[in-house]
Each structure stands twice: as structure tokens, then as C-alpha cells.
């Protein structure tokens, strides 16, 4: 049969040219495989390593997680983006340690059930942790099936999706699962690329169907284009006497959900007087910068920055709002477009007072 021959070939493939010294693949627990799949999620490796390894470090253990306040969570998880990846994880690691004495399920449907894991997820943490033979079928594997087996159709189409969850089932083994569903990962990963495939190398090449007929640049169709929305806010950077910035925490759902993030309005409206208006801070010195655009998966997001400080630091903040120390190190999880804005201001700031100290005196 072809799928076995495929498995075979791969397996084999993995044994010499498989990555093997990935920070996840050491020491391997549940917890472990969990974490890193989740992080991966529409994240590249060499994003994710530093994040994992210090994400390990604050907490090297499901319970550890489990016990964490969210912010300390989110915070180690800023810049790395999908927030509600982070939200799940402690989530789901609180769950674990209520309904399951702190022990990660070993039931393919158990484990899917959990906040922010899915089939293809559940699958590898199983897999790759347990050995056992469970499918998945992330990117880089719906990308090797579309070629090899020619499969027409955008993969996020429900038929397409079954047909392709039926081929990874069929060259799944039932043995040696574990390295099986890492080499599939890392074929996809390093060979069977996006872009410029290295087929001379790829051990299944002569079972591809999009090879054989020089057509790999076709496969996998793309999402039929779609133009994104462009939604637009004004992000209101205030600083009070002691150099704080004003932050306040974001509703869970939605976009940077629990993180904290500078006020923001409506760009039509007076900033200022908003201000007054919901927090009762009265301000001078306003600035505002050229809009910045940030791209999420269905939108753009023009964000204009708005800078201004207060003339008073007594006035009492509503609840979820908070002044927080900037210049050295924030204590909470900020957004990375935020942050990217904030210390911007902050060193063209100082390029200013550097070219002053320059001029001379009289």
C-alpha cells in the first residue's frame, strides 16, 4: 500500500535528517508537548524558542501554571500574539489540576475538549508524549498531502478538510507514532516548504503526484482573496509627574484580551476631552504621531497615537486603569504594537534631549 511505503519513507527520512535537539523534544512530558504545540500555532520555531525556554523557567510545571495569576502569564506571553493561546493554557491547566488531579488525559476526545486544543493538537500532544496512534493535521501536513496526493480545493473547506484528515489517518502507523508525527512536522517544516520546495531531497518525492507532474507550486490552493477591513482608533499614551504611562486592562474577549494596553477612543473625537470625561485627568502638552497600521488575521488596525501628560498625579483612576513604570521594564503584559509605539516616543524623546545637550550655552 502507498500510505505505508509513505510512512516508511518518512520515518526513514527522520532518522538522519530530522530535527532532534528542539528545546520540546528534551525531557518529553505532556505539559511539555502542550506548551510547544500551542506556541507554534501560526508561529514560527525560532520565534517560539526563546518564549518556551522562558516560559519553562517561570513555570516548569502544570501546577506551576495552574497556580499563576493571568497577568504574569500574559506578560510572559506578550509579543508572541493570538493571546487567547495564553488564556487557554492556564485555562486548561486549571482544569486539569480540578478535574483530573493534575494529570494530562490520555483520551484522544478527553484531551480535545479542553480549552484551545484541537483535533490536530490533541493528536501530537498524545503522539508525541505518549506514542500514541493518533493523526494530526496541522499546516505543514495538509501541505504534503495536497502535493502528494494531488488534492484540488482550498484545505479549509469542510470536504477538503475530511479528505485530508482520512489520507493522515491512512500513513499514520500504529507503531513508533511518536517520531512519525515529528518527521511528518519537520518534512513539511524544512523540505516540503511554502515556497521553493527542496524535492531532490524529500524522501517520498517519487509517490508525489504534484511532483511527477511539476505542478508542487500549485498545491495547496490558497484561501480564495478576501480584502481585509481597516478599522481605526485613537491610542491615548498619558503620562503623569513620575513619568508613569497610564495603562488599563483589557476585556478578556476580544483582541489583546487581558493584556494592558493604553486607553484608546474613536479618532473623530476630542481626545482631551474624553479624557476628562471617563478618567478626570486634565492634561497639556498633547501630541499626536502619523497612524501606525497593525495586521491581524481578518483586519488591519490603524492605530494613531495620541501623547499628552497630566498636570496633577492626585486624581483617583477608575478601576482597571493603572499608572506603571516604562522606562526600565513593564511588570505587565503589553501589547507588542503598543510597546513598539511607546518606546519609539521614548527614544525620539531622547535624541531630543541629547541634540540639546549638544547646543551651547550662552
Not at 516508511?8 to 527522520?14: H, K, R, S, T
Not at 494530562?104 to 478527553?110: A, G, S, V
Not at 507503531?175 to 518534512?187: G, Y
Request: glycine share 4%; hydrophobic share 40%.
Amino acid at each position: 500500500m502507498i500510505e505505508k511505503k509513505i510512512s516508511q519513507a518518512v520515518l526513514q527520512w527522520f532518522t538522519h535528517s530530522g530535527r532532534k535537539h528542539l528545546p520540546w523534544q528534551q525531557h518529553i512530558t505532556p505539559y511539555r508537548v502542550w506548551l510547544s504545540e500551542i506556541m507554534l500555532q501560526q508561529t514560527q520555531v525560532t520565534t517560539v524558542i526563546p518564549y518556551y525556554h522562558r516560559f519553562l523557567k517561570a513555570f516548569p510545571s502544570l501546577k506551576a501554571l495552574a497556580k499563576a495569576p493571568l497577568d504574569e502569564v500574559l506578560l510572559l506571553w506578550a509579543g508572541l500574539g493570538y493571546y487567547a493561546r495564553a488564556r487557554n493554557l492556564h485555562k486548561t491547566a486549571q482544569l486539569i489540576m480540578q478535574q483530573y488531579a493534575g494529570v494530562f488525559p490520555r483520551e484522544l476526545d478527553t484531551v480535545q475538549s479542553l480549552p484551545g486544543i484541537g483535533r490536530s493538537t490533541a493528536g501530537a500532544i498524545l503522539a508525541i508524549s505518549h506514542n500514541l496512534p493518533y493523526a494530526i493535521l496541522d499546516a505543514n501536513v495538509k501541505r504534503i498531502l495536497t502535493r502528494v496526493f494531488l488534492i484540488a480545493g482550498y484545505p479549509g473547506q469542510s470536504s477538503i478538510n475530511k479528505m485530508l484528515w482520512a489520507l493522515s489517518e491512512a500513513i499514520t502507523p500504529i507503531k513508533n507514532v511518536a517520531n512519525f508525527t515529528q518527521a511528518i512536522m519537520d518534512l513539511g517544516a524544512t523540505v516540503c516548504t511554502r515556497q521553493s520546495p527542496r524535492c531532490m531531497e524529500c524522501p517520498i518525492s517519487s509517490y508525489c503526484k504534484a511532483y511527477q507532474t511539476h505542478a508542487v507550486d500549485k498545491y495547496p490552493f490558497k484561501k480564495p482573496v478576501k480584502i481585509k477591513p481597516t478599522k481605526k482608533i485613537r491610542a491615548l499614551f498619558i503620562f503623569n509627574k513620575k513619568n508613569e504611562i497610564l495603562l488599563m486592562q483589557r476585556p478578556l474577549q476580544g483582541i489583546w484580551g487581558g493584556l494592558w494596553s493604553v486607553p484608546e477612543c474613536y479618532v473623530n473625537i476630542n481626545a482631551s476631552d474624553w479624557t476628562f470625561k471617563n478618567l478626570k485627568l486634565k492634561l497639556n502638552g498633547t501630541a499626536q504621531e502619523k497612524a501606525f497600521r497593525h495586521t491581524f488575521t481578518h483586519y488591519h488596525l490603524d492605530i494613531y497615537p495620541w501623547y499628552a501628560h497630566t498636570i496633577k498625579n492626585s486624581t483617583r483612576l477608575p478601576a482597571g486603569f493603572q499608572w506603571c513604570s516604562w522606562d526600565k521594564s513593564l511588570t505587565v503584559g503589553v501589547p507588542a504594537p503598543i510597546q513598539k509605539l511607546l518606546y519609539h516616543r521614548a527614544n525620539s524623546q531622547k535624541e531630543i534631549t541629547n541634540a540639546k545637550s549638544l547646543l551651547p550655552t550662552t
